[in-house]
């Protein structure tokens, strides 16, 4: 266990560390005034070949941004659950270790979602209701890889059903690959904007993993006995 989650460590520095290098290279490499209203923007050949590739697609974009309040309900869901425990065990130590530290990692998403609105780096290559909005790294690109993926995590380890772990999982998948792609030819972001996102999602989920394997008790849920598993 201590091994495997060295290792998600390490994979969460290189993503992280990717993440990094690739935001300075975006605002050093190729940066050309060609976004709404002379903004700036790096990778600038790139970003706009790709931009005009797809085109703006804007029923995919409102229905990528409805279906982004999913997440948003994986989290209430998964807060519910710690309340709940809170509530029946009157102690906040007596909390699933796995729980309390979902709801630390959902705050370091969103503080990471918060500094990235208040350091813009990039900005949406076109208006939304006629108001330029930042847009690195994608928000619910982010929010998406970040969140869903604690969804199959959580089946995974609460769930008695084969089955029904393999239902979640199916779903989470095509979920974020949906999602994802939806974002990218939706034209509302640029793509080295959906990149960076993938890249800070990827490296914030598997430092979550590895914080699992390296600081969770040692007790694998025998779920067939456990009053917290789910039929």
Same mark, same amino acid.
Not at 34 to 51: K, S
Not at 184 to 204: P, R
């Given at each position: 266990?201590?091994r495997?989650?060295?290792?998600?460590?390490?994979?969460?520095?290189?993503?992280?560390?990717?993440?990094?290098?690739?935001?300075i290279?975006?605002?050093?490499?190729?940066?050309?005034?060609?976004?709404?209203?002379?903004?700036?923007?790096?990778?600038?050949?790139?970003?706009?070949?790709?931009?005009?590739?797809?085109?703006?697609?804007?029923?995919?974009?409102?229905?990528?941004?409805? #279906? %982004?309040?999913?997440?948003?309900? *994986?989290?209430? $869901?998964?807060?519910? !659950? &710690?309340?709940?425990? +809170?509530?029946?065990?009157k102690?906040?130590?007596?909390?699933?270790?796995?729980?309390?530290?979902?709801?630390?990692?959902?705050?370091?998403?969103?503080?990471?979602?918060?500094?990235?609105?208040?350091?813009?780096?990039?900005?949406?290559?076109?208006?939304i209701?006629?108001?330029?909005e930042?847009?690195?790294?994608?928000s619910t690109?982010?929010?998406?890889?970040c969140?869903?993926?604690?969804?199959?995590?959580?089946?995974?380890?609460?769930?008695?059903?084969?089955?029904?772990?393999?239902?979640?999982?199916?779903?989470?998948?095509?979920?974020?690959?949906f999602?994802? #792609? %939806?974002?990218?030819?939706?034209? *509302?972001?640029? $793509?080295?904007?959906? !990149? &960076?996102?993938?890249? +800070?999602?990827?490296?914030?989920?598997?430092?979550?993993?590895?914080?699992?394997?390296?600081?969770?008790?040692?007790?694998?849920?025998?779920?067939?006995?456990?009053?917290?598993?789910?039929?």
């Amino acid at each position: 266990m201590k091994r495997n989650g060295n290792r998600v460590l390490l994979l969460a520095g290189l993503f992280l560390l990717t993440f990094i290098v690739w935001t300075i290279l975006l605002q050093q490499v190729d940066v050309q005034t060609v976004g709404q209203n002379g903004t700036e923007i790096g990778f600038a050949t790139w970003n706009r070949w790709f931009h005009e590739l797809t085109g703006v697609h804007m029923v995919l974009y409102h229905i990528t941004d409805w #279906l %982004g309040l999913i997440p948003v309900f *994986v989290c209430i $869901l998964f807060c519910c !659950v &710690g309340l709940v425990q +809170l509530v029946q065990r009157k102690s906040l130590f007596k909390v699933d270790y796995d729980i309390l530290l979902l709801g630390g990692y959902y705050v370091m998403v969103i503080l990471c979602y918060l500094m990235f609105e208040m350091i813009p780096i990039n900005y949406r290559p076109v208006l939304i209701d006629g108001r330029l909005e930042v847009s690195y790294p994608s928000s619910t690109t982010l929010l998406v890889l970040c969140v869903m993926p604690t969804l199959a995590e959580q089946g995974k380890r609460r769930m008695k059903s084969v089955t029904g772990k393999q239902c979640i999982c199916c779903f989470v998948t095509c979920f974020s690959v949906f999602m994802v #792609l %939806g974002r990218l030819v939706s034209g *509302v972001h640029w $793509l080295t904007d959906i !990149v &960076g996102a993938m890249l +800070l999602g990827g490296g914030l989920f598997c430092l979550y993993q590895a914080m699992i394997m390296l600081l969770g008790k040692e007790e694998k849920r025998e779920l067939g006995g456990s009053d917290h598993g789910i039929s």
